[in-house]
């Protein structure tokens, strides 16, 4: 049963506990195959630049969501915020500070889940806790772990592996688990993308109440529009790939605490959403046009 109360190891605002982030010059180019063996097997691939030259500043305490037709690079770009993939060029400063790598500074939620197949959800919660926090004693790391896994609805599936749980609730660990190492970033990709419409209602509203608590910065990646208008101060659209870019940043400047029910009654909500849902049937638009060109010359 979920709650949505908060328990005891889920802090108040702590503003200090957040960082600005900014994204300088960062481009990335996946490197194609050209070793003697994949061109013998006609599998020879060209360099594919995913990126170019992003710019982007970030607030301290601000939330910022991230949208862009599919492949465009939205994942590559947090995975180079969480320091898992090096930028081809460019960097990302944390406080002013460039990142080397991952860091206790940034809890993620992975798109594919990312939990370890051999833990249990409260191991995998646990885990990540005593990384950050190794001299927490196991009681404590225990009972952090279990308010998160209350706090995203799993309570009774703390004994389950991974591969015993549904798309969604793997989502909701790997909520639970960013959550937990209270981090001074969140950046999220498509957390709520494997969800029920009810579940993933209700998430929203609690990362938008932690939001008010907490003020963390947050990256969150999106395919939904309403989503980005519920949740965020800023929404960055990106074009397509391949070279993509920021298209346009766009302020969100509704009150909160934000009411779903009550969102499309703010004056600008109606032509900040037209304006995403045009950027995004024009750039869809292009990268299929675009492929069944490809593929009519193939
Ligand atoms: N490791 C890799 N090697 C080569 N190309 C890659 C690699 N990872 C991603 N790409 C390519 O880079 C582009 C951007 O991929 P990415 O996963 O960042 O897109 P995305 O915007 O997150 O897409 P989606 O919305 O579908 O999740 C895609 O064309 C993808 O094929
Ligand atoms: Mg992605």
């Known amino acids: 049963m979920m709650t949505s109360s908060y328990a005891s190891s889920i802090k108040p605002a702590d503003m200090s506990a957040s960082a600005p982030l900014s994204i300088q010059g960062v481009s990335k180019i ?6 003697w063996f994949s061109r013998m097997t006609r599998k020879a691939t060209l360099d594919y630049t995913a990126l170019d030259d992003i710019n982007l500043d970030i607030e301290a305490n601000t939330f910022v969501s991230i949208i862009g037709p599919s492949g465009c ?13 090096q930028p081809t060029t460019g960097t990302v400063l944390i406080d002013g500070v460039p990142i080397t790598g ?3 500074d940034r809890g993620v939620v992975f798109q594919n889940y990312a939990l370890m197949p051999w833990m249990t959800v409260m191991d995998n919660i646990r885990f990540a806790i005593e990384t950050v926090n190794p001299k927490l004693s196991a009681t404590r790391q225990k009972a952090i772990a279990h308010d998160y896994i209350e706090l995203v609805g799993l309570t009774g599936a703390e004994d389950r592996h991974p591969h015993e749980l549904s798309g969604g609730m793997k989502q909701r660990v790997g909520i639970a688990r960013a959550l937990a190492i209270d981090p ?11 969800l029920d419409a009810l579940t993933r209602g209700f998430l929203q509203d609690e990362v938008e109440r932690i939001w008010e608590q907490q003020r963390k910065t947050v990256i969150l990646i999106t395919h939904s529009i309403e989503e980005a208008l519920l949740l965020s101060d800023k929404i960055v659209m990106m074009t397509r790939g391949p ?3 920021i298209a346009k940043i766009l302020d969100v400047p509704f009150p909160r605490p934000r009411h779903r ?3 499309d ?6 032509d900040i959403k037209a304006e995403m849902e045009l950027h995004l049937s024009q750039e869809t638009r292009a990268v299929e046009e675009s492929r069944i060109r490809r593929r009519a010359i193939a």
Do not use: W
Not at 30 to 35: A, F, I, L, M, S
Not at 184 to 194: S, T, V
């Open 30 to 35: 996946y490197h194609g195959k050209r070793d």
């Open 73 to 85: 690079g939205k994942s590559t770009l947090l995975n180079i915020m969480a320091g898992l993939s």
């Open 102 to 104: 991952p860091g206790p």
């Open 184 to 194: 001074q970033i969140l950046l999220m990709d498509e957390p709520f993308g494997a």
């Open 243 to 245: 070279e993509a870019k």
């Open 261 to 263: 029910e009550l969102l």
């Open 265 to 270: 009654q703010q004056p600008a909500y109606h």
